[in-house]
């Protein structure tokens, strides 16, 4: 297999409104989260939130989307997701029009984006009245890998990937298969999800919301924060992308997925299934984890999953002074299906530039984990140009993804 | 190295009758899960772990248009009545966790995903599925489509599509792939799945034909195609090319002897 | 307390499914998690919430929750002790 060229990537989130943005934001240590005002929480306030502060559907697909007017209006998610693409295809230097003339396939993850949760009509249903059709139809034109091929006017395989936390990660992955098999001469790929009150009190319910901004990998960590936004990345095979001489953002040289097969919400104690998915992926990309510089881990800041992560790691092979290991979630929140999209392009960004930093939110690293990590406040440079991307999800998923920087 | 398609289960709603070793299992589970857990039973002949070495390399593709709908009701249901979320409820509500009693049950470790889609949820999970065991990733694994839909959505068909004809049979279909060097029943080869979208179906009318050997019959609901095509390969273990087509999305599948 | 104690069993078998047993089987020394009637993380904030909805006593803290959960007993006596 060769390896998959990123050309193009796009992302937004509580951080920032487009790649630029969010990176700077992470190197300078910012938290732009806020307590919730919106009632994302029945009875607890103050929670905090990482919210996109302002979101426009992009001027490039506006014509497009007033076109399909029968659609009827699209969600936030979706919004949120062609944000991404928009950059995405910028970035590499694609438009619209020259997209109409391949295959593209669109690998999208998500978790609340295929939910139908009009509240509204709901409760009149359930009163035995008879709501306005509107949100019925609505729910049946937004399937965000459909959506967006329908928005731009492409035809290629499409997927949306309902893992849990893990579906942006799975939906990169998928798209390098389809673009290994040629089913596609160029894939978007990733993930997106907006703050809902389903997920805001499914996870309080289930005791893993952190009253305070959520500190990954920290002594005293007490859970998550949830967070939106959208992470995309423009994936072409390599010899296509340099015939078209387009410029080489990076590289996409493994995927791995594996089931811990343990528990419908706890991860694996030791980590088996991400054990298994980290070295598939380094196996696909015929590498080892000394080759490995940096990884992204999935660090939501519960005490299970990065207890759980960390021994997984341990497990592996990584041990101390050896690779840097960050969360990017204290900046960004977790913003489940959007998750593995954002933290692949942020990985990318890291191995680009040489440098990565430290863990914002974790002043005092658990000295428990099984791994030291890199801590708020510290950069560590990179010893080479390959890292790994992971995620852990609910229903047992793992999977991870073998990154190569690009840059000069 | 293709895939063989060893075997198929078909099991509607009625016929959710859970075995005793099962029962433990799922006793938190909903129709949605329960179906998918019995019709990957049937597939594997009614063990409840897989019989192959590398567990890690055993997955599952699992399509669906509407997921377990039911259960985000009664989620949304308890957020709009101001009382406090279930974590068993939300928790089964995520559309994965079907998946997660799937590879916990039958010991399945390695990639393991649900994709949704409204037009022909299983013929895309049949096409990553023979995808994954093709690249390597997978050397057996079960395709699924589950759908239990709502009641919220029958009453919005009626009103919004009142001609259609009633409500959509629940069930689940589950077909076993194997790569072809590892399989010791035989069965068809499944040489190519080839999905072209189209435009302008209601996903509310679920109608549409499918061609083979010559016959066409039609169906009419959103499980309808995978329920025909199993029931064709259990009736003669065949090859042959098969045709589907929808207002949403033509699918051609082929099937081939195996060497 | 005992009242408390018929309680607990009866949700153990009517909310949280425990297979097999019915509630007037359940002894008041059985342990609801590991060996005993096999509950599992999820089902303790499972048994958070209906606590709650049940005898109207809330258990914030889950370090707390684990001895309350050790055994009926022991939840039952939280439940006196925290109750109005």
């Not at chain 1, 937004?12 to 929480?41: E, K, M, P, Y």
């Not at chain 2, 589970?29 to 772990?49: R, S």
Request: hydrophobic fraction near 40%; aromatic fraction near 6%.
């Amino acid at each position: 297999m060769s390896k998959i060229a990123v050309t193009g990537c796009g992302c937004i989130c509580a951080a920032g409104a487009d790649t630029d943005a969010v990176w700077r934001a992470i190197q300078a240590g910012l938290v732009n989260n806020r307590a919730d005002s919106n009632h994302l929480f029945l009875e607890r306030e103050d929670v905090p939130v990482f919210a996109v502060p302002h979101l426009a559907l992009p001027a490039i697909f506006a014509e497009a989307v007033a076109e399909r007017a029968a659609g009827g209006e699209l969600n936030r998610t979706i919004i949120l997701t062609l944000t991404a693409v928009a950059e995405a295809i910028g970035a590499a230097n694609l438009t619209v029009a020259q997209l109409r003339t391949k295959r593209v396939g669109i690998a999208l993850g998500t978790t609340v984006g295929c939910t139908f949760n009009n509240e509204d009509y709901y409760i009149q249903w359930q009163k035995g009245e008879s709501p306005d059709p509107g949100p019925v139809h609505r729910y049946l034109s937004a399937n965000l890998a459909e959506r967006v091929q329908d928005i731009l006017g492409v035809r290629g395989p499409r997927a949306v990937v309902t893992n849990a936390c893990a579906s942006g990660t799975d939906a990169i992955g998928l798209a390098k298969m389809w673009l290994d098999h040629d089913l596609c001469d160029l894939a978007i790929a990733g993930g997106a999800d907006e703050l809902s009150r389903i997920a805001c009190q499914g996870f309080n319910s289930l005791m893993l919301v952190s009253q305070n901004s959520c500190t990954p990998f920290g002594a005293k960590r007490d859970g998550l924060n949830l967070g939106e936004g959208a992470g995309i990345l423009c994936l072409e095979k390599e010899a296509e992308a340099t015939a078209s001489q387009r410029e080489i953002k990076g590289w996409v040289c493994g995927y791995g997925a594996a089931n811990d097969a343990y528990h419908p919400t706890a991860p694996h104690p030791e980590g088996r299934g991400l054990q298994d998915a980290v070295s598939q992926a380094l196996a696909a990309a015929g590498l080892g984890l000394a080759d490995i510089s940096l990884i992204n881990a999935h660090g939501t800041g519960t005490p299970a999953n990065d207890r759980a992560e960390t021994a997984a790691l341990s497990a592996l092979g990584l041990g101390e002074e050896t690779t840097p290991i960050v969360s990017t979630k204290g900046a960004t929140g977790h913003t489940l299906g959007a998750a593995g999209g954002i933290e692949a392009v942020l990985t990318l960004l890291a191995l680009g530039s040489g440098k990565v930093s430290g863990t914002i939110g974790c002043h005092t690293p658990d000295p428990e984990l099984a791994v030291p990590v890199l801590s708020a406040g510290e950069e560590a440079r990179l010893s080479g140009r390959m890292g790994i991307s992971q995620s852990l999800a609910f229903g047992g998923g793992n999977s991870a993804l073998v990154l190569e920087g690009g840059g000069p | 190295m293709k895939a063989i398609v060893t075997r198929a289960t078909h099991i509607s709603q009625e016929e959710i009758d859970l075995p005793p070793e099962l029962l433990r299992h799922l006793r938190r589970a909903d129709d949605f899960i329960k179906l998918g857990v019995l019709a990957a039973f049937g597939a594997l002949e009614g063990k409840t772990a897989i019989p192959w070495e590398n567990p890690q390399r055993c997955g599952l593709f699992l399509g669906s248009s509407f997921g377990p709908m039911e259960t985000n009701f009664a989620v949304l249901d308890q957020i709009v009545g101001g009382q406090q979320t279930s974590p068993t409820l939300f928790s089964h509500s995520v559309f994965n966790a079907a998946v997660g009693y799937l590879c916990r049950i039958f010991n399945l470790r390695g990639s393991a995903l649900t994709l949704t889609d409204f037009a022909l949820p299983f013929c895309q999970a049949l096409q990553q599925g023979a995808l994954a065991i093709e690249s390597g990733l997978l050397e057996r694994c079960l395709v699924l489509q589950v759908e239990t839909y709502s009641a919220l959505l029958n009453d919005a068909r009626r009103k919004i599509s009142p001609g259609e004809a009633g409500t959509w049979p629940e069930g689940a279909v589950c077909w076993l792939l194997e790569r072809e060097d590892l399989c010791q029943t035989g069965g068809p080869v499944l040489h190519a799945v080839d999905i072209a979208e189209t435009q302008g179906g209601s996903y509310l009318e679920s109608g549409g034909q499918l061609s083979h050997n010559g016959q066409e019959i039609t169906f009419n609901h959103p499980l309808a195609p995978a329920a025909l095509l199993t029931d064709i390969l259990n009736s003669k273990k065949d090859s042959g090319d098969w045709r589907l087509i929808t207002p949403y999305a033509r699918v051609d599948i082929s099937l081939r002897d195996p060497k | 307390m005992e009242s408390i104690k018929s309680k607990i069993k009866e949700i153990l078998v009517n909310d949280l499914k425990v297979q097999g047993v019915q509630p007037e089987d359940i002894s008041d020394s059985e342990q609801l998690f590991g060996d005993g009637l096999g509950l599992d993380s999820l089902d303790a904030v499972e048994l958070v919430v209906l606590i709650q909805k049940h005898f109207d006593v809330q258990i914030a803290d889950m370090d707390e929750g684990k001895e309350a959960f050790a055994s009926i007993t022991s939840l039952a006596e939280y439940i006196a002790a925290h109750k109005e």
